[in-house]
């Protein structure tokens, strides 16, 4: 890789990490291309992006994007997205999957240096198609009573 390389890549990465709102970085020793393949195809149908990068370059383009700066090593897959619930969901499903490969080291949330344990407790969180389908089956309750109770009145009557 030259040094325009480098330095392209910085100037790509230091872009999508600005518009991103959350990050996590996890350990992926001992993963198979296979199972890296099957996160990058889930992590891109739901608009997610997945990338290894080399660690020096990660930490200047997380520099120049804003993020506190942390000590990376070893191995490194960066996965970030605008959905912090749906990011997290994803990462904490396929680490289950492949708990002795895959690990979540810590994230980034709104810029701030979140550990797993709070990464676990977001991906718990509903979703936001998950909260309009329950705001929808309350707003709807009442009417489906008041149509059940017409129904059963009806029977009622017709006995």
């Known amino acids: 890789m030259t040094r325009q390389d480098k330095v392209d890549l910085i100037e790509d990465l230091t872009q999508s990490f600005k518009e991103a709102n959350a990050m996590?970085?996890?350990?992926?020793?001992?993963?198979?291309?296979?199972?890296?393949?099957?996160?990058?195809?889930?992590?891109?149908?739901s608009n997610i992006r997945v990338q290894v990068i080399k660690n020096k370059l990660a930490a200047i383009a997380l520099k120049q994007a804003g993020f506190?700066?942390?000590?990376?090593?070893?191995?490194?897959?960066y996965i970030w997205s605008n959905d912090q619930i749906v990011l997290s969901k994803i990462v904490c499903k396929?680490?289950?999957?492949n708990a002795?490969?895959?690990s979540v080291k810590f994230g980034y949330f709104d810029n701030d240096v979140v550990d797993s344990k709070h990464i676990l407790a977001v991906s718990k969180l509903p979703t936001r198609d998950e909260l309009i389908g329950m705001?929808?089956?309350?707003?709807?309750?009442?009417?489906r009573?008041?149509?059940?109770?017409?129904?059963?009145?009806?029977?009622?009557?017709?006995?």
């Open 24 to 45: 996590i970085i996890c350990d992926y020793r001992g993963l198979q291309v296979k199972q890296l393949e099957s996160l990058r195809k889930i992590a891109k149908d």
């Open 68 to 77: 506190l700066e942390v000590d990376l090593k070893d191995t490194n897959i």
């Open 94 to 97: 396929f680490q289950e999957e």
């Open 100 to 102: 002795e490969n895959f």
């Open 135 to 143: 705001l929808l089956s309350i707003w709807n309750a009442p009417v």
């Open 145 to 159: 009573y008041f149509v059940t109770g017409l129904s059963n009145l009806k029977k009622q009557k017709e006995e």
